[in-house]
């Protein structure tokens, strides 16, 4: 069974900066890609970062130059460095996996760990 456990969340002032972590119980080259994404209060989740297998990661527009995904396949173990947090930033944040396992799609979550930006 896999689980992703995050950790990291918290409490920051504008400007500051949270590292997200994110522990699989199994194998992260498994999956095709592992990503973070958020989902702010009122509004729908949204596609943070993301990383293939291959290490090529991707961002949303609205964190490109402050978010930093990163992977530690020793570790089985993803990572969300956020710099320069805006209150914009306030959310509960989502580690999430995905494979394909005998031709069949998986996708996983975490519980999520909140991250909220005060002024």
């Known amino acids: 069974q896999v689980q992703l456990v995050e950790s990291g969340g918290g409490l920051v002032q504008a400007g500051g900066s949270l590292m997200l972590s994110c522990a699989a119980s199994?194998?992260?080259?498994?999956?095709?890609?592992m990503g973070w994404y958020r989902r702010a209060p009122g509004k729908q989740r949204e596609l943070v970062a993301s990383?293939?297998?291959?290490?090529?990661?991707n961002y949303a527009d609205s964190v490109k130059g402050r978010f930093t995904i990163s992977r530690d396949n020793a570790k089985n173990s993803v990572y969300l460095q956020m710099n320069s947090l805006k209150l914009d930033d306030t959310a509960v944040y989502f580690c999430?996996?995905?494979?394909?396992?005998?031709?069949?799609?998986?996708?996983?979550w975490g519980q999520g760990t909140q991250v909220t930006v005060s002024s």
């Open positions: 999430n996996a995905d494979r394909y396992v005998n031709l069949e799609y998986y996708a996983y």
């Open positions: 199994v194998n992260i080259a498994s999956f095709n890609a």
């Open positions: 990383i293939t297998r291959g290490g090529s990661p």
